[in-house]
């Protein structure tokens, strides 16, 4: 079991973003659908990167049932990805980000950029998703907590070691995390953990992370996964990225079994579909 120094997390305040409390009101966990706006995501590279084809996505995944839409412009994946310039990140997003935030659903900003997450918050984003849960870029704590804006905080790592206890390494992570928010003044009500699955880890750790996943109710705060088309669901039944669907959704019904609130996934409608086909059966007890 995860061992933690972490202090029970007060209830929110009156300066905590709002848009939390209402996506994590429902009884089953919100859906986040991504959108790609890359040429070289592990998946879906290329598809959306044509602002009409990213609208036409964004629109698609909203009306499938997606709560939020998560854009990124730099690909993160843990196998070849290089890495972008913010001006880069920042040219991909212009023709696109407004546009998705028109449609009215919560959009969040995937990037480990303050620059580029203040220029997407500017720009009526809602939420960032950062990669590196604080811990790469000095100025993202702080932007935030000017903001007072939510953050998704991931675990990652920069090798894999097979041979960590990987709810050690999370927990760790976490903590250091929490201990930069704090001193940033990042409201803990603004704060949702991501276990990252995928990242920076064996396929063997990722499974771990989503079968202890309650391990980490001990922080006290809302739980993210994305488990959508990984890798690790190829190490249980070889498949490319667009074959892995199954997989996908047994993966996200374990992790809202385990409490998960918030689940990002590529594909929206058949998760939604079978998060609330789940629930209704589980609530049938």
């Not at 913010?86 to 950029?113: C, F, N, Q, T, Y």
């Not at 303050?114 to 811990?135: K, R, T, Y």
């Not at 409201?187 to 990242?199: E, H, M, Q, Y």
């Not at 959508?228 to 959704?249: C, H, M, N, W, Y």
């Amino acid at each position: 079991m995860i061992a933690t120094t972490s202090r029970p997390v007060p209830a929110a305040s009156p300066a905590d973003h709002p848009v939390l409390p209402a996506l994590l009101s429902r009884p089953y966990p919100a859906v986040m659908g991504v959108l790609n706006v890359t040429p070289d995501s592990f998946s879906d590279g290329g598809q959306f990167i044509a602002p009409e084809q990213a609208l036409a996505q964004a629109r698609r995944m909203i009306a499938e049932g997606a709560d939020i839409i998560d854009i990124g412009a730099e690909s993160t994946r843990p196998y070849g990805s290089k890495p972008v310039p913010a001006d880069e990140e920042l040219r991909r997003l212009r023709p696109i980000l407004s546009e998705v935030v028109s449609l009215g659903v919560p959009v969040s900003i995937d990037s480990m950029k303050s620059v580029v997450v203040a220029w997407a918050l500017d720009a009526g984003a809602a939420i960032a998703n950062d990669v590196w849960g604080l811990q790469y870029d000095p100025g993202m704590a702080p932007l935030l907590a000017a903001r007072g804006s939510p953050v998704i905080v991931m675990h990652n790592r920069i090798k894999v070691d097979a041979d960590i206890d990987i709810m050690k390494d999370i927990a760790a992570f976490f903590t250091r995390s929490l201990e930069i928010a704090a001193k940033a003044g990042v409201s803990r009500g603004n704060i949702v953990l991501d276990p990252g699955i995928g990242f920076g880890k064996t396929p063997q750790q990722s499974m771990t992370a989503l079968a202890r996943l309650k391990e980490l109710s001990v922080f006290g705060l809302p739980l993210l996964v994305g488990a959508s088309r990984k890798r690790f669901i190829a190490s249980v039944t070889p498949s490319e990225p667009d074959q892995r669907l199954g997989g996908s959704i047994a993966a996200h019904l374990v992790a809202a079994k385990a409490g998960a609130n918030i689940i990002r996934t590529h594909d929206v409608w058949e998760t939604v579909q079978a998060l609330r086909v789940a629930r209704a059966i589980w609530d049938k007890r």
